[in-house]
């Protein structure tokens, strides 16, 4: 018994080192998605501002002008060019409001964010090039005391419950009074 109660305390508080750790990294991870969003931003950006300078030379800005006349040409390979014009306003667009969801707000406001809208090529693309970093900043300790600390709960909880099934008259039932 006494083993056991040992084993079970040094796996719960390696559950809660880890947990923690990997807590601490959200921050740090939220951050290097912001930017490597950003950089994918800038890149479609510069990429539309060509097209929009040939808009503004030859359309007097109007991007749906300089589209239809792409849309509408003789040629096939300028027609399928619209596509290719339409995909990177589209895209330079997403980018945009990704980061104006992330930018300026309060760390539990961009993990949210990124927990409901993750870009997942992003988010692999970021992940391949991760920097671990221990920011020992009171967000990054906040966030990671509170995941361990809900996992710890949580992991209670359900080796109670399964104890409690598994031997439902020892004394190993949290749910039973005596």
């Not at 807590?23 to 501002?49: K, R, T, V």
């Not at 709960?153 to 031997?167: D, E, F, G, K, P």
Request: include cysteine; aromatic fraction near 8%; hydrophobic fraction near 45%.
């Amino acid at each position: 018994m006494f083993i056991t109660q040992t084993l079970k305390n040094l796996l719960d508080k390696l559950i809660f080192a880890c947990v923690l750790l990997m807590g601490i990294q959200l921050p740090n991870f939220a951050i290097q998605y912001q930017q490597s969003l950003d950089a994918h931003y800038q890149e479609s950006h510069n990429q539309l501002q060509q097209y929009q300078d040939i808009a503004n030379r030859y359309y007097l800005g109007n991007m749906d002008q300089l589209l239809a006349a792409h849309q509408n040409n003789a040629v096939a390979a300028i027609r399928a060019e619209a596509k290719i014009i339409t995909s990177l306003i589209e895209r330079s667009d997403y980018l945009q409001q990704q980061l104006n969801a992330l930018q300026n707000k309060p760390l539990i406001e961009r993990l949210w964010h990124l927990l409901n809208q993750l870009n997942f090529d992003i988010a692999n693309e970021v992940l391949k090039n991760y920097s671990l970093s221990l920011p020992l900043n009171s967000e990054a300790i906040i966030i990671g005391l509170a995941l361990a600390f809900a996992c710890s709960v949580a992991l209670q909880i359900i080796l109670a419950t399964l104890l409690s099934l598994l031997h439902p008259k020892s004394g190993n039932n949290i749910f039973h009074r005596s």
